[in-house]
């Protein structure tokens, strides 16, 4: 998103609550309230763009510009078991964040949302669910056997993709993918795991054009970046029933959404590894999910709360 809003008009200027080498986090956030009031003391803004519920309340007492905040799932996910058991302290910290993306949506000019089921939560003049794209010009369809290469793989056995990148961290889903993957072998189709763990973010591209399939296991999500990425790269996904994924992969063939069940999801990715077909989905994720999309809502955001200003005060 940076990188596209740079190739826009005007200039932007990127802060970070916690720079790296920094101060822990709790630090970072007390810290952050005087050195953005000195940075923006120091030049002059039209706005601000926070990132998050806990930067949009660093933003709020830091600036008296206008400010925009973008919520990225903080109101708590769209989950497809939403009876998925959670100790104290997930219950807690969901319910911390939630409270502070409803405070921040309060103090903000304008609310950004990644799925539209949080737009219900968000209060105020502006609101709008714009997901974040991935930049078109990095995630293209590239040759999978050069892709192989480049990764140093083989190019002759079928390779699926857990989209997560820690199998231990229950909402992704991983005993779910294992299960597909010994039902895959049960069917005859025999495949490699690979995890989107220790990839650089300029190999992701290459990593999605060698594999054959992304399965997405996850019992929870916002809006997930890995599908849409392999959706340019002409990826094709199975997926779970979580977050605005049977959004994402409207009109995507092959591929699709499927309920959590090990056997049907199996049957899916069968049909579509047999076959080593692409998908069609850069074609049909190019006009709502490319990050040009996602810039050119951002500036239209940006115009309408600086002409709400101008009103407001005239």
């Known amino acids: ?106 103090l903000a000019d304008a609310t950004i949302v990644v799925n539209p089921h949080d737009l219900r939560h968000v209060r105020g003049r502006v609101r709008k669910c714009i997901p974040i794209g991935p930049d078109e010009g990095l995630f293209v ?77 996850s019992r929870t999500e916002a809006s997930p970046t890995i599908v849409k990425e392999a959706n340019f790269c002409n990826l094709p996904v199975v997926s779970t029933p979580v977050g605005d994924v049977e959004d994402q992969l409207d009109g995507i063939s092959p591929g699709g959404v499927f309920p959590p069940d090990p056997d049907i999801l199996a049957e899916a990715a069968a049909d579509i590894l047999r076959g080593r077909n692409r998908s069609n989905g850069r074609e049909m994720a190019l006009e709502k999910w490319s990050l040009r999309t996602t810039v050119s809502r951002l500036l239209e955001t940006y115009s309408e709360v600086l002409a709400n200003k101008r009103g407001g005060s005239a």
Not at 75 to 93: A, H, I, M, S
Not at 180 to 190: E, F, S, T
Request: aromatic letters at 8%.
């Open 1 to 106: 998103m940076v990188r596209g809003l740079g190739k826009a008009r005007g200039r932007h200027d990127v802060f970070l609550i916690r720079p790296e080498g920094g101060a822990g986090r709790r630090t970072s956030y007390l810290t952050a309230v005087t050195r953005l009031t000195r940075l923006l003391s120091s030049r002059k803004y039209d706005l601000v763009h926070a990132q998050y519920a806990h930067a949009g309340i660093v933003c709020a007492l830091a600036a008296r510009l206008p400010l925009v905040l973008h919520i990225h799932g903080e109101f708590g996910y769209r989950d497809y078991e939403p009876r998925v058991p959670r100790g104290l302290g997930e219950r807690l910290l969901y319910f911390k964040d939630s409270l502070l993306a409803r405070i921040a949506s309060r």
């Open 141 to 217: 369809p590239l040759d999978r056997a050069a892709a192989c290469s480049e990764l140093g793989w083989g190019k002759d056995s079928l390779k699926v993709l857990f989209a997560g990148e820690s199998t231990e961290r229950l909402e992704k889903g991983y005993p779910l993918f294992r299960s597909i993957l010994d039902r895959l072998g049960a069917l005859g189709v025999d495949v490699e795991e690979v995890i989107f763990r220790g990839y650089r973010h300029e190999e992701v591209p290459v990593l999605l054009n060698a594999v054959d399939l992304v399965i997405l296991t």
